[in-house]
């Protein structure tokens, strides 16, 4: 089944260390995601893409960057993780197409920062 | 930008009561309001949206209504099951086809006892 995939799914790190999260994709969708969720604050974007090369910042971009150098790739990174960026990280797709935009979501990555 | 909030935050019913979740936004231009359902330890999945061009839209046990002028929306669950209980997160964007500018509510954790 085309699916959306999250690597590593936990991840227990230290401060100041240097973190990637990998997310790929086998629905063909051209738009890609990455939210972090905090309990009591829902999902925030944290960006967002819309093609290879398409790189846009959403609403809490700061300490992280992506890469997308493939349709099917969308990367996380955390340059030196700090202990409030532990959460839990989906990635995720859509394709407004067909009448409908939905979010398909991955897994999840779960990140702990000592 | 948007800010949607959610409430409640925690809700217990018993299987066969309904429930409701409400949520209210506060950009008069976002026009359309998806739900998501979160189940422990899953991704989040689409359950039900709904566009600003209709006042409610039923899909078997769950029903959403949309009030534009008071800017709110809620989510109806009749009949529940224990397979109801999830975290529910409210979301509006402004523009169906996008959605980086959509926020998502702090979500509400249903719990329906047997």
């Known amino acids: 089944d085309a699916d959306v995939t999250q690597t590593p799914r936990n991840r227990i790190t230290k401060t100041g260390k240097r973190i990637m999260l990998e997310c790929s994709q086998t629905?063909?969708?051209?738009?890609m995601y990455w939210y972090r969720q905090d309990p009591g604050l829902g999902l925030r974007l944290i960006y967002y893409?819309?093609?290879?090369?398409?790189?846009n910042k959403g609403e809490i971009s700061d300490g992280y960057s992506v890469s997308r150098q493939a349709q099917a790739k969308f990367s996380l990174s955390l340059e030196s993780a700090i202990p409030n960026q532990t959460a839990l990280y989906f990635c995720?797709?859509?394709?407004?197409?067909?009448?409908?935009?939905?979010?398909?979501f991955g897994a999840g990555s779960r990140l702990t920062v000592l | 930008g948007e800010n949607v909030e959610q409430h409640p935050s925690t809700l217990s019913v018993q299987e066969g009561d309904s429930a409701v979740i409400k949520c209210t936004y506060s950009?008069?231009?976002?026009?359309?309001f998806p739900w998501y359902k979160q189940e422990l330890g899953k991704r989040p999945q689409l359950i039900i949206d709904?566009?600003?061009?209709?006042g409610e839209k039923k899909d078997q046990r769950i029903a959403v209504t949309l009030n534009k002028t008071a800017k709110h929306f809620s989510l109806h669950i009749t009949e529940t099951q224990p397979e109801d209980s999830a975290v529910y997160f409210c979301?509006?964007?402004?523009?169906?086809?996008?959605?980086?500018?959509?926020?998502f509510g702090a979500g509400t954790r249903l719990t329906v006892k047997p």
């Open positions: 893409s819309f093609d290879v090369k398409d790189i």
């Open positions: 950009d008069s231009a976002s026009n359309y």
């Open positions: 629905k063909g969708h051209d738009r």
């Open positions: 979301a509006a964007s402004q523009n169906f086809w996008n959605n980086n500018d959509m926020r």
């Open positions: 709904i566009r600003s061009n209709v």
């Open positions: 995720a797709t859509s394709n407004p197409t067909g009448g409908a935009n939905v979010l398909t």
